[in-house]
């Protein structure tokens, strides 16, 4: 079998895509690789064209394969254009990263638009005119990262379906629905389950009559059929809403999606397809737009600092929008219609953005402070059984090994958030049955999970190859006492970014810390903050990884135990107050401004 011809890579780290080309040098780079090769000497006259069209495929190098590059982005509440939403720990660069020559965590969305499709944007036309020579490389295929992904972008929820939201919730706070239904009962609790569910119903009617007077009258005078598909519209809005905002309805969702799983086993009509990209488009007779070659360009993030390219990307943006909506507004679909799914596309690759942002990070550290090959105690990531409560025994090159996998498949995780969401939204609602079970934790219900686990094992096996030898287990535990049901999945991978975010936010802070005179201090009875940053960072790769999760730590799902529970023991750490010093607050995803 031939082999599968790589993309190319800057010429300078050879690790991240090239976004520019020097025309002096004739090489290409990556932005802050051609930043810091150019700022000075003769170097700094050389003039760079940026990159409007793809890069020709290159024979596979004999290097070993490198992980995915990061395509991330942040859960939306706010009314404004998420696309412009960008974490905060997003637009920082460490001394570490200037160090090590490798590029800010802040990964723009790589949108590679055509040349002859972006003077297609600014000329009106997509055709080839006569004057024009066709490009040397083959047309880039429209969104061909999100091509086959179309179908689990949630859309985003209009003025009238937040509305609805806030009625939901209101009715979810109020409902003590598992508190009365998780309960083991020595008869049959299908009535409490049915009078339960007939409460909320009352709840839901209740609260839109009381925020709408004209659609609540009309909603209790209506059939119990009509009511039936409000409450089936109404919940798909609470689901669609979560997958796009995991740190909203924390409180909630979780009651929500089992008060449905019993819906279904009364036979009650409230469980309805979220609705996607794709669902919405296909159901407007548009499903050609996701074929646009101007849909990368229409949806692509905002991200450079530098005011007169950011100008020209909000351009670009603006033009490409604009083309698109010409060629497609119709009766069937309004304008508004498609600025709502350029809208839900862009808050997808926001979502990607800020959820694989802080791994990436993390992961460029690894690699630059530490390494395969052990230099000295203060970088040897040793680990032997029992010390400090591990239950590993590794040599530097395997627990670095370990790390480096461990972050690697984190990585793929959060870029297939929204397929683990479909999936896990479709065996919590599916005919699979679940029982009450004590699994240590209290009673929770547990229920197979064979889409999840389709999902999680065909990235698991992605990553497995692409990094070679397997450092641990690769056991992932589904429908056990520890992950009951795929909400526990799904709660447990989206504690990623709220885990590695903050430890991120204060080593980005270190320096601005140390420069502060009123902290200078302090970060100089530490040690400075080049120490400080390293003791960081070589007690988490130790101590969060030294698998005291469960099967001794190395299975799937035991990693990210142990890393959770290097979280609880921060405030034992002697750099505890570093992190306070910098703004920590905690773990949980809830930050104060």
Not at 158 to 183: F, H, I, N
Not at 279 to 300: E, H, Y
Not at 375 to 388: C, F, I, M, N, V
Not at 394 to 416: G, M
Request: aromatic share 8%.
């Amino acid at each position: 079998m031939a082999d599968t011809p790589a993309k190319v890579f800057c010429a300078e780290c050879e690790d991240q895509e090239p976004e520019v080309r020097c025309t002096d040098c004739d090489e290409l780079f990556c932005r802050p690789c051609f930043q810091q090769q150019h700022h000075k000497g003769t170097r700094a006259q050389h003039t760079m064209t940026v990159l409007l069209g793809e890069i020709m495929p290159q024979p596979l190098a004999s290097a070993p394969p490198q992980p995915p590059a990061p395509v991330i982005a942040a859960p939306m509440e706010s009314t404004a254009p998420a696309s412009e939403a960008v974490p905060e720990s997003s637009t920082t660069e460490s001394t570490a990263d200037a160090e090590a020559g490798g590029q800010s965590h802040l990964v723009r969305w790589a949108t590679v638009v055509p040349t002859r499709i972006y003077r297609a944007i600014f000329s009106g036309s997509a055709e080839h005119t006569s004057e024009e020579k066709p490009v040397d490389r083959p047309l880039a295929q429209p969104s061909k990262v999100f091509a086959e992904k179309f179908a689990n972008i949630p859309v985003r929820l209009t003025p009238r379906e937040r509305a609805l939201l806030q009625v939901l919730e209101g009715a979810l706070t109020v409902s003590e629905y598992t508190d009365k239904v998780d309960v083991l009962y020595r008869w049959d609790k299908s009535k409490i389950v049915s009078d339960e569910l007939d409460e909320v119903a009352h709840f839901v009617c209740g609260l839109q009559f009381s925020n709408d007077l004209k659609s609540g009258t009309a909603l209790l005078a209506a059939s119990s059929k009509k009511q039936d598909a409000f409450m089936k519209e109404i919940f798909e809005i609470g689901r669609r809403y979560k997958i796009m905002n995991p740190d909203k309805m924390r409180g909630t969702y979780g009651k929500l999606m089992y008060m449905l799983q019993d819906a279904v086993g009364d036979r009650r009509d409230y469980v309805g397809q979220i609705h996607t990209v794709e669902s919405f488009l296909c159901q407007r007779g548009a499903g050609d737009l996701l074929k646009n070659p101007l849909l990368d360009a229409a949806t692509t993030l905002i991200t450079s600092v530098d005011p007169g390219e950011r100008e020209a990307q909000l351009l670009l943006r603006q033009k490409a929008t604009e083309a698109v909506l010409s060629e497609y507004v119709s009766e069937q679909l309004p304008a508004e219609d498609i600025a709502l799914v350029l809208s839900s596309i862009a808050d997808s690759h926001s979502y990607q953005l800020s959820g694989a942002a802080p791994v990436d990070t993390m992961r460029r550290y690894l690699q630059t402070y530490f390494g395969p090959s052990e230099q000295d105690s203060a970088r040897s990531l040793r680990l032997s059984y029992g010390e400090d409560g591990s239950k590993l025994s590794h040599k530097h090159r395997e627990q670095y090994t370990f790390v480096l996998q461990t972050l690697t498949l984190w990585h793929s995780i959060t870029q297939e958030m929204f397929g683990l969401w479909m999936a896990a939204d479709r065996d919590l609602l599916g005919r699979q049955e679940y029982r009450l079970w004590n699994t240590g934790q209290g009673l929770n219900r547990v229920q197979p999970c064979p889409n999840v686990s389709a999902a999680i094992h065909a990235i698991l096996s992605r990553v497995q190859s692409a990094c070679g030898a397997w450092v641990g287990l690769s056991v992932v535990h589904l429908g056990d006492r520890d992950v009951p049901n795929a909400l526990m999945f799904i709660d447990k991978y989206t504690q990623i970014p709220r885990i590695l975010g903050p430890i991120v936010s204060v080593l980005d802070r270190l320096d601005t810390l140390a420069a502060d005179p009123s902290t200078a201090v302090i970060i100089e009875k530490h040690g400075g903050a080049a120490r400080i940053r390293l003791d960081i960072l070589q007690d988490f790769f130790k101590s969060a990884f030294n698998g005291d999760g469960d099967d001794g730590g190395s299975c799937i799902d035991g990693r990210l135990t142990s890393t959770w529970n290097w979280c609880s023991r921060l405030a034992k750490k002697s750099f505890y107050d570093i992190f306070l010093l910098s703004g920590f607050q905690g773990f949980d995803g809830s930050f104060k401004a």
